[in-house]
């Protein structure tokens, strides 16, 4: 097994950090150890360590995987990240995570990690539902249980926030300096978003801590950018053959990486910027251009290639229909909303940078991943950027597809009628929807309707809703495939 004393018996080939860990403190805590942190921030971290080994490591927390801290301890918090384009491997073992702390079993022991005055920086990567918001608005829904849960036993918080809030309170409590919130999820203004559901929690419990945490607490922005599927079966056969030894807990990713930081950092900061992450005053650009077309493009091959049949996302580049239409969603109708952001000469090597990206046979990424808490992504994901071309009266097919394939796929059944698992926090409103509606104009007209998803303004959109209809319609008579690009629809919708 992967362990310290196992790293001199490692093959040359695989990369090893050259620091000596056990003299190094932990400047960051960390809430949400899963592939992607252990693949970007934590892969970063360890560099930069190897240049200029400092008190930058890493105290991890799991809110809802107590495998992850038991694989990890069990090889003394070390992992590997098996690096792979469709041509080349590379291979190397992360030293940087000291310690992982499962959050149910021992959440004083995070909050006491958090209050350490070593620690500089609490991060996180929690996926968007762990935000506790409301996508529409950008507000806290205290409506989940876990925020009523905190709201009333603060002492012992089981959400993210709560977390936060607490250690953020017992250091306006104790005189302490505050550390910085720092966001690596996917979400657009994510620090902004960040501190505003913070603040709002505060206000409940405390409006005296409230006004505490917006005079004297940082949320810097960020924008991750790498694919990092979930470590399959086969993933962790090839990960023991190259180590020649087991790797419970390692990940395998892609060789496109990229990090771009708002520096705001008054405690201080590693210097990441050794090792290509890019502090910026204003990440706005960089993070409206990834989620648009990354992420946008990244769930609608979800939803439209479930139903299809795919599996993985790099079966769908394999299928030219599929390929094709999302080339033309990336540029006939997410391209003009960013024309603001750079020149069009500038954008479209991004969309065929994205394309080789997707066609990588080496990463195993399931459509079925991606398509978890759509409720909670494609406010950012898509929404805004359907906005925009209704505003400019410009083509909306493949969102109408891509809207109406995720309405469908919320249904719990393919086109095949087969069960399919719904993993969402909606599951049950959705589920109601479908039971209780005699058509699918009905069906329709619901979600649209579901105003923590859409915006007044899109809701409204009676024009849209009737695309989406049609497109929904053609779905339900098996016909998504001939309708993928248009042809039974006007190419160019306008109202």
């Known amino acids: 097994m ?29 809430l ?42 069990s090889q003394d918090y070390l992992y590997s990240v098996l690096v792979k384009d469709n041509q080349q491997a590379k291979h190397r073992v992360i030293g940087a995570i000291r310690e992982v702390i499962f959050v149910p079993e021992a959440v004083e022991q995070l909050l006491l990690a958090i209050a350490q005055p070593s620690t500089k920086i609490v991060s996180l990567t929690v996926t968007e539902k762990g935000y ?68 709002d929690f505060a206000h409940i419990v405390d409006p005296n801590l409230e006004q505490w945490i917006a005079e004297n607490v940082a949320f810097p922005c960020s924008m991750v950018d790498r694919i990092v599927p979930r470590t399959q079966e086969s993933s962790f056969q090839e ?8 790797d419970m807990a390692g990940c395998v990713t892609e060789g496109f990486s990229q990090w771009v930081v708002e520096d705001q950092f008054p405690q201080g900061r590693p210097a990441l910027e050794k090792v290509g992450v890019q502090f910026v005053e204003d990440v706005t650009p960089y993070e409206t251009m990834k989620l648009r077309l990354l992420n946008g493009t990244h ?34 109708e997410i391209l003009p ?18 394309i080789q990206r997707y066609e990588n046979k080496n990463l195993l990424h399931r459509t079925l991943q991606i398509a978890m808490d759509g409720s909670q992504k494609i406010p950012q994901r898509w929404l805004n950027t359907l906005q925009y071309q209704r505003q400019q009266n410009g083509r909306i097919h493949c969102f109408s597809v891509a809207l109406a394939a995720w309405i469908k796929f919320t249904s719990g059944k393919n086109l095949s009628g087969d069960s399919v698992e719904v993993n969402d926090p909606m599951a049950s409103v959705f589920q ?8 699918l104009q009905s069906v329709v007209h619901r979600y649209f309707g579901l105003r923590s998803v859409f915006s007044e303004e899109l809701g409204n959109d ?9 497109v929904l319609t053609l779905i339900e008579a098996d016909q998504l495939r001939e309708n993928l690009l248009g042809p039974a629809l006007n190419p160019n919708q306008t109202s």
């Open 32 to 73: 949400g150890v899963g592939a992607f942190h252990k693949a970007h921030m934590a892969w970063y971290l360890d560099q930069y360590l190897d240049h200029d080994p400092s008190d930058w490591t890493i105290i991890g927390a799991s809110f809802r995987g107590k495998s992850v801290r038991d694989d990890l301890a």
């Open 432 to 439: 109601e929807i479908w039971q209780s509606s005699n058509d």
């Open 299 to 332: 769930s609608a091959i979800a939803y439209v290639g479930q139903l299809l049949g795919y599996e993985f996302v790099y079966e769908t580049m394999e299928d030219l229909d599929f390929k094709n239409f999302i080339l033309t969603m990336m540029l006939d």
């Open 132 to 199: 506790c918001h409301e996508p529409a608005t950008g507000q806290l829904d205290t409506n989940r249980p876990e925020i009523s849960h905190d709201l009333n036993a603060l002492e012992s918080p089981q959400s993210v926030i709560g977390v936060l809030v607490q250690a953020l309170r017992l250091c306006y409590q104790q005189g302490g300096k505050p550390f910085v919130v720092l966001s690596c999820d996917n979400l657009p203004s994510n620090g902004k978003l960040l501190r505003q559901v913070i603040l």
């Open 239 to 246: 990960l023991e053959a190259s180590l020649g030894t087991t």
């Open 337 to 354: 909303s960013l024309l603001s952001l750079g020149t069009e000469e500038h954008l479209r090597p991004y969309c065929h940078q994205l």
């Open 2 to 30: 992967l362990n310290q004393q196992a790293l001199s018996q490692l093959p040359s080939h695989v990369d090893t950090f050259r620091y000596d860990r056990s003299a190094l403190q932990s400047g960051i805590v960390h």
């Open 462 to 470: 009676l024009f849209l809703q009737n695309t989406v209809v049609d």
